[in-house]
Structures are given as structure tokens and as C-alpha cells.
Nanobody, 121 residues
Framework: QVQLVEAGGGLVQPGGSLRLSCAAS????????MAWYRQAPGKERELVAT???????NYADSVKGRFTISRDNAKNTVYLQMDSLRPEDTAVYYC???????????????WGQGTQVTVSS
């Protein structure tokens, strides 16, 4: 069984910063890619940033230059540093991991429970 546990959400003023973390645990053989998604009220879930095992990352245009995704492979953890936050960044942020577990070694995708980020004055 694999679990993704997120932390770091909260309320912040426009222009402020937050750092999200997501730790994966369980019978993990290897994590190939990790990502952050977000879903605002009344909107579809959208991809924010992805990072593969080598550290190569990609970002949605809306967050380029403001958000930074990173990972610690030894800790099976991914981070999202969010700077210059805007009200339109308000959403539930979800961690996503594409990984293989011991036993089956079959690639599969797992999701965290989500953490609320609210940007408001």
C-alpha cells in the first residue's frame, strides 16, 4: 500500500510564499515522476508542475517563474515552493506520483488527499 501525505497549505496574502511538501511511503521500488496539480472551485483539476527522477522539471505557463518544484529521492518527497502568490492561485493542491511497487513492479499512479491554499488579503 502506498500513501502520499501532503503538508504546508494555508492562508497567505497576495505576494506571499508557501512551501508544500508531499511524502510518499509504502512498498515503493522506484518513483519515476512526481507532480503537483490543483483544482479551484468550479474548475477542472490542472497540472501545475512535474519533475522526473533526474530532476528535470516542467511548469504550467501560469506559474512559470513563481513556483519551483523539487524532490528528494532519498526521502521519496516532492516539494513545491510557491512565491509571488496571487488570488488566482487559490485551490486545493494535490500531489501525484507515478511509481512502481515491490512485488508487481507495475507502474501506477497515486494521489495525495489534497491541501488547501488560499491567497487573500
Amino acid at each position: 500500500q502506498v500513501q502520499l501525505v501532503e503538508a504546508g497549505g494555508g492562508l497567505v496574502q497576495p505576494g506571499g510564499s508557501l512551501r508544500l511538501s508531499c511524502a510518499a511511503s509504502g512498498s515503493i521500488f522506484v518513483i519515476n515522476a512526481m507532480a503537483w496539480y490543483r483544482q479551484a472551485p468550479g474548475k477542472e483539476r490542472e497540472l501545475v508542475a512535474t519533475i522526473i527522477r533526474t530532476g528535470s522539471a516542467n511548469y504550467a505557463d501560469s506559474v512559470k517563474g513563481r513556483f519551483t518544484i523539487s524532490r528528494d529521492n532519498a526521502k521519496n518527497t516532492v516539494y513545491l515552493q510557491m512565491d509571488s502568490l496571487r488570488p488566482e492561485d487559490t485551490a486545493v493542491y494535490y500531489c501525484n506520483a507515478h511509481l512502481q511497487t515491490y512485488g508487481t513492479y507495475r507502474p501506477d499512479t497515486y494521489w495525495g488527499q489534497g491541501t488547501q491554499v488560499t491567497v487573500s488579503s
